[in-house]
């Protein structure tokens, strides 16, 4: 495909391990955006199924496909810093590799930046869910039941402080460009310009650290409710992995902190190893950030007998298996005694009662906050079926209103109508 310089390159990165069943579907809908200027880097972290393979037979059909396969296992933060280091100047973002683009996103996040004059987008992906066992053949597509209203600003500062006192990362504005978001390789540049290492990533996970220390760095930025993109789940997702107790997903989730052993905590969070709980991953975020020379980001301090009841008003509908909890509780325990929050600890200890939701999973057509369907009904099986479905079903969403309904109703009867009225006519005499 012939490049157009004339536009801004953007980059795709898809640092992945392991996931060839999920990553042909995942490139497929990448190949598809027609945006002129426009490339996909994957890095492969040392992968011992045939994901190299995969990639390889794309490239011959997409010379835009970029592959950097590792013989040693780099880890999850360093493949993601990897892979962000072989950018190009632009705009980037990131993909898991069983994650996916809506059709024509790229020139959607060409047109709002451009009409914005922003460095940082962010928006609302849709989602699927690939059957989790062998036994269940189902999957689940969802979008979010959210109206289009256009583009909106938001204030980094408000944002800030919003997750400072909810500790909570993962809400709609929050602009990581893992899977949902894409930023100018300028700002990305300004992050690492700050850092000891040079390095982007200072906290084990990729994804909410991005979205913390890039709100920071600038005084506002877009957002909008298109799904442009579309986050992938699947049996080898990393966080499926830490809340199952089978040996092979305790083995995959020991592997990862084995991996970030040596890059803990925060300080005033007692140095504790990485922990998988929304609340302390947000805390450490926004503290890590803070420290950067001459970050920008504003927020409030946030006080830490605040932050352990968030922790276990999280614990109470999480799905951690009572063996995975142990190990987070001794973290939180480790962080009130820091703080001389001890006594507050064992109170919620003692107190706090999980909410175990024992039920299967429904599946089939459901309005919740969502618009979610089984996928298999419509025939939607991976995640560029469903990636090719969003456009569809977001705008169909977004027309349908009771007037419509009325219409639709009106409209059905008018049809019933004009078929029952008619007249008897023969049929015209030839010549002969």
């Not at 996931?19 to 996909?40: G, S, W």
């Not at 790229?106 to 989790?132: D, G, H, Q, V």
């Not at 084990?204 to 913390?212: A, E, I, L, W, Y």
């Not at 302390?280 to 926004?286: E, G, K």
């Given at each position: 495909m012939?490049?157009n ?25 990448c190949?598809i ?32 496909i970029?592959?950097?396969?590792h ?19 632009g705009?980037?973002?990131a ?6 683009l ?20 962010t928006?609302?992906?849709s ?8 036994d269940?053949e ?6 979010r ?14 944002f800030?402080n ?13 602009p990581m460009?893992y ?16 850092t ?30 298109e ?35 040596n ?38 301090p946030?006080s830490?007998?605040?932050?352990l ?19 987070e ?11 001389d ?16 939701v ?9 309005i919740t ?26 705008n ?10 009325i ?9 019933l109508?004009?078929s ?7 049929l ?5």
């Amino acid at each position: 495909m012939e490049i157009n310089f004339e536009y801004p390159l953007f980059s795709v990165v898809i640092p992945q391990k392991n996931r060839a069943e999920y990553l042909v579907h995942t490139l497929k809908t990448c190949m598809i955006q027609d945006y002129p200027n426009f490339e996909i880097i994957v890095s492969d972290d040392c992968s011992d199924d045939n994901s190299v393979e995969v990639v390889k037979e794309a490239m011959i059909i997409d010379s835009r496909i970029k592959l950097f396969a590792h013989e040693k296992h780099l880890g999850m933060r360093d493949n993601f810093e990897f892979a962000l280091n072989q950018v190009r100047p632009g705009y980037v973002m990131a993909l898991g590799g069983d994650d996916g683009l809506v059709p024509g996103c790229i020139w959607r996040m060409y047109e709002i930046l451009i009409s914005t004059k922003k460095e940082l987008l962010t928006w609302t992906p849709s989602s699927f869910r690939y059957p989790f066992t062998k036994d269940i053949e189902k999957n689940i597509f969802l979008i979010r039941r959210k109206r289009n209203v256009g583009v909106k600003i938001i204030n980094s500062e408000e944002f800030l402080n919003k997750i400072a006192k909810t500790f909570f990362y993962l809400i709609d504005e929050c602009p990581m460009f893992y899977i949902k978001g894409v930023v100018s390789t300028a700002l990305v540049n300004k992050v690492k310009s700050r850092t000891k290492d040079r390095c982007f990533y200072s906290c084990p996970t990729p994804d909410g650290f991005s979205g913390v220390v890039l709100a920071g760095e600038v005084e506002n930025y877009a957002f909008t409710y298109e799904p442009l993109s579309i986050g992938g789940s699947t049996i080898k997702s990393q966080g499926k992995n830490y809340h199952r107790t089978d040996k092979k997903s305790r083995k995959e989730a020991e592997q990862f902190f084995n991996d970030n052993k040596n890059r803990t905590m925060h300080p005033e969070l007692a140095s504790q190893p990485y922990s998988p709980l929304v609340t302390l991953m947000t805390a450490d975020y926004l503290l890590t950030a803070r420290d950067l020379a001459g970050w920008p980001g504003k927020f409030k301090p946030f006080s830490y007998e605040s932050l352990l009841k968030a922790s276990f008003k999280f614990l109470e509908k999480s799905t951690f298996e009572n063996e995975v909890l142990v190990r987070e509780l001794k973290i939180l325990r480790e962080i009130a005694k820091q703080h001389d929050l001890l006594n507050l600890f064992n109170s919620l200890l003692k107190t706090t009662k999980r909410k175990v939701v024992r039920e299967k999973n429904v599946y089939g057509f459901v309005i919740t906050n969502s618009i979610r369907f089984e996928g298999k009904e419509l025939g939607i099986n991976n995640i560029f079926d469903a990636s090719l479905a969003t456009n569809f079903v977001y705008n169909f969403y977004n027309k349908f209103s009771l007037k419509l309904f009325i219409e639709l109703i009106r409209n059905t009867y008018k049809v019933l109508k004009r078929s029952r009225k008619y007249k008897i006519e023969y049929l015209p005499k030839i010549d002969d």
